[in-house]
């Protein structure tokens, strides 16, 4: 009986009867039809009890997970009812979701022929990386009488990985193979010289870089001959990711260190698929989560692995460690993307000459954030005087970030300033220009 539920309609019926017995003081001819109805409800409900218990397995239903969840983005999550019962059957299903995502009225409601399926998906969108425990699957089925459900509950514990952002990485990689890559628009990059290997002696076509031809094996063949090249491979492409209190700050429920190693987890992608060797670190009191660069297959679980078991309790993050552990660590001339975040220019200046260290070496690019919030407030037209000061203050936070920029430039330190939910393209398309303009 633990599995039986009483309906409302059952309940309104039975007020419905209440109230024909009200009435039946007034007109006493009522009195026996309210017995009479008072009776066939009762015998409906155990029409509908037997109806519901006779058959043990009635429904059956399974929740199809996937393989692990993808954080930040939408994950499907699906539902299969079969209805066994020789009748047409209304259907609730509340499925214990992980707690992580506070939804407490999950519902839905279905209706199922018999002998049928019922197969439907719902959205998760995972906000932290971890796991997540999932409940019982609860389905509540009713009779076309509909005064009692029977509850089936199927898989009541499963357990599921948030790995960082990896739904969207397909689409970046036909992307980035074709050197074409914009948020909202396509972007052509101009390859400006030829740090680049040898490949092969083509016959020339219109769109050829005249600039390539091979006028020795022209005069041999009597035609116009081109040199073929193709991007030089196998160089290393470093990802620092810093774990600091800076990284905390949270934009559409994500923070900045996860949006970080969500870019991290796309643009390791796309550097492998370009032959390079992808590599990372974090760093915040110590440096972490070392993954050597490599191009071998495997490299990309290392690397998701590595960014997966990320933790971190925010503390001041530690420059001079970070520059000492990357100058014994990278032996060779590398492109270092360091993932961080800057708000003032004396926050910068406290730790350029760690910058400046790497820079020596390395190509670096420094990754920073744009506050959302602050956009907002920029292109706005205000009303009140409140309204006023809160766009001065804004445009006084962007001018400082545009100060940073210059300050890095200055000493030949690359930057890229963005937005947090663009912040896969951009530095996947910093990454293609490097390749492209061959200053690596």
Known sequence: MKNLYINNR?????????ILYVFAFFFPGL??????TLLLVFLAAMVDYLLLFREKDGVLAQRILPEKLSNGDENPVKVDIKNNYSFKINTKVIDEIPFQFQKRDFLIEKQIEPGKNALFQYILEPKERGEYNFGALNIFASSPLGFMSKRFTFQRDAFLPAYP??????????????NEFLLGGIKKIRKLGHTMEFEQIKEYIPGDDVRTINWKATSKTNRLMVNQFQDEKAQRVFMLIDKGRTMKMPFKELSLLDYSINATMALSHIILKKGDRAGMMTFS???????????KSGQLRKISESLYNIKTDFFESDFNRLYQDVKYSLNQRSLVLLFTNFETLDALNRQMKYLRGIAKNHLLVVVFFKNSELQTLLHKNPESMQEIYDEVIAEKFEFEKKLIIQELRKYGIYSVYTLPENLNVEVINKYLEIKARGIL
Do not use: C, P, W
């Open 10 to 18: 059952f309940f309104f019926t039975l007020i419905g009867v209440g």
């Open 31 to 36: 009195m026996m039809v309210g017995h009479i």
């Open 165 to 178: 952002s990896f739904i969207h990485l397909r689409k970046y990689e036909l992307m980035a193979l074709q």
């Open 285 to 295: 009191k110590k440096t972490e989560n070392k993954v050597a660069a490599d191009n």
